[in-house]
């Protein structure tokens, strides 16, 4: 019996983006890692045709321990398989197609119990393709849900695109996606370490990240240096494209089994078209931080560290989606105040 939950990375990213580039890296590098890779096998190649080879098996086995499996059926079915290996990894990777929505990926480990036992969704990583991911998004649903999913961006290709052109891709980014970490390198060339066990879809990690919870800060992975940095109107990032994001904040301490109960319903209403929700919560006589999730209609919660001594206790929730109505996110929220009348 495992002692810790195997961390996986579902990694996504438009075709061409660079998935490919960094698959062939962590499936060949010396770094002293055991990984599992699951790859589709419809759609672009996930990984070079002379690694994968021609073969009837669904894994393959790597010179440095990592194994590649297609999937030729189900995703709980290919993990399980991965998971009743005699040997055991220390993380494994899915990437989606480069046309996938990653949502119902995701939802895979909402929604099996042996799953949730024996693996932990580590992070949402998008591979950004910075010199057509402009046009892209002017042109594609599905590029837009890989960037407002992630837990963090690989931007890849930076060199091929002027400063002034990747302030602006920067921007175009953070207006779909306020939260996820940017790491902007060339030839997928970021390191593992970055990227891989981070715990960036963990709970506790969201209680970590304080203020650039709703925009990093200086020097910190996201944050866009420019003449809008220095702006103190974060709540709303509103683009060209139908995706976008806004943010509900509260002073008010909140009771914290009515917003559970609002959160659900309005999630099962209006699921399909939220993306992404995170958010920390001030709850009413509770001494720890609340903190939430959720993916499409799956949410999951729990209180988290204690609320530090200098902290301003506040709630602020994140949404990332499609027709998001703030008056209405608003009013919800507001409504689950403790002081509000029920």
């Known amino acids: 019996m495992t002692s810790e939950r195997i961390p996986v990375t579902l ?26 890779v699951i790859v589709n096998e419809f759609g672009e190649v996930g990984i070079d045709i002379d690694l994968v080879l021609s073969s009837d098996e669904e894994l393959f086995e790597m010179n440095n321990g990592c194994v590649c499996c297609t999937v030729r059926g189900d995703l709980i079915r290919t993990l399980y398989s991965l998971l009743e290996r005699p040997e055991q990894f220390d993380a494994i990777i899915i990437e989606t197609t ?7 990926v995701a939802q895979t480990f909402f929604v099996d119990a042996t799953l949730q036992d024996r693996v932990a969704l580590d992070s949402i990583t998008t591979v950004v393709d910075a010199r057509h991911i402009q046009d892209t998004l002017k042109q594609s649903a599905e590029a837009e849900e890989q960037i407002a999913f992630a837990d963090q961006m690989v931007l890849n290709k930076v060199s091929l695109v002027s400063p002034q052109t990747l ?12 939260f996820a970490p940017i790491y902007k390198v060339d030839r997928a060339d970021v390191p593992l370490d970055k990227i891989l066990g981070k715990g960036s879809f963990d709970l506790e990690r969201i209680t970590e990240l304080e203020s650039g919870f709703l925009n990093p800060g200086h020097g910190e992975p996201g944050h866009v240096h420019d003449e809008h940095c220095q702006s103190h109107d974060h709540h709303d990032h509103t683009h060209d494209a139908s995706v976008t994001s806004l943010v509900v904040e509260s002073d008010q301490p909140m009771d914290a089994e009515r917003l559970s109960d609002w959160l659900n319903e309005y999630l099962a209403e209006n699921g399909q078209d939220i993306l992404r929700a995170k958010g920390i919560i001030d709850a009413a006589g509770e001494d720890r931080r609340l903190v939430f999730q959720a993916v499409h209609m799956m949410v999951e919660g729990d209180f988290q560290r204690p ?21 209405e996110l608003q009013a919800g ?10």
């Open 307 to 327: 609320w530090g001594p200098d902290e301003v206790r506040k709630s602020q929730l994140v949404f990332i989606g499609r027709n998001l109505n703030r008056a």
């Open 167 to 178: 302030k602006s891709v920067e921007r175009s980014l953070r207006a779909i996606n306020p």
């Open 333 to 342: 929220v507001m409504a689950c105040a403790q002081n509000h009348p029920s």
């Open 98 to 104: 480069g046309l996938a929505d990653p949502g119902p």
């Open 11 to 36: 990694l996504t990213g438009f075709l061409g983006a660079g998935k490919t580039t960094l698959l062939n890296r962590i499936l060949t590098g010396d770094h002293g890692r055991r990984y599992a």
